[in-house]
């Protein structure tokens, strides 16, 4: 009988909807397993991928939902040492907590409550300066008559 070879690689590994194009503007791990190579020598080796999924919404500025989902994965290779077949196994936990990303904007009022704070602020600076320069320009006047 020829042994059996488990010598695998893992392209693209995705649950859910593909996100596609903004799967670099959403922050989380959508794609972890990507092009795994597990090359072993022993043929009697079980491979076993222990995935945690977490199930994740997405909403842009327009109110546009993309519901996906994110992951991480542990790997783990042992040999079998002849007592079972070989394998691979992909087990998966579903996790009971969504995960919900929102694009916001600060609303227009933060914006001028930030430029009043700014022009505020450079006034009072301007003021302690004008009246510390007159204090000192009135001791010194007072010191020398």
């Not at 995705?14 to 072993?40: C, M, W």
């Not at 020598?41 to 996906?68: F, M, W």
């Not at 994110?70 to 196994?89: E, R, S």
């Not at 300066?129 to 001791?139: P, V």
Request: aromatic share 14%.
């Amino acid at each position: 009988m020829d042994q059996i070879n488990f010598q695998h690689i893992v392209h693209e590994l995705e649950f859910g909807h593909s996100l596609g194009a903004q799967r670099n503007k959403i922050p989380g791990s959508y794609n972890a397993i990507t092009s795994v190579i597990h090359d072993t020598n022993d043929p009697t080796s079980n491979h076993e991928y222990i995935i945690k999924i977490v199930p994740t919404i997405y909403e842009d500025l327009k109110g546009k939902k993309l519901a996906a989902y994110q992951y991480t994965y542990a790997y783990k290779g042992q040999p079998t040492y002849g007592q079972m077949i070989p394998a691979i196994w992909f087990k998966y936990d579903l996790t009971p907590i969504t995960v919900k990303y929102m694009e916001s904007r600060a609303p227009f009022y933060t914006f001028l409550t930030t430029i009043c704070a700014i022009v505020g602020g450079t006034f009072t600076v301007a003021g302690i300066i004008d009246a510390l320069t007159f204090s000192a320009s009135e001791m010194l006047r007072k010191k020398l008559s």
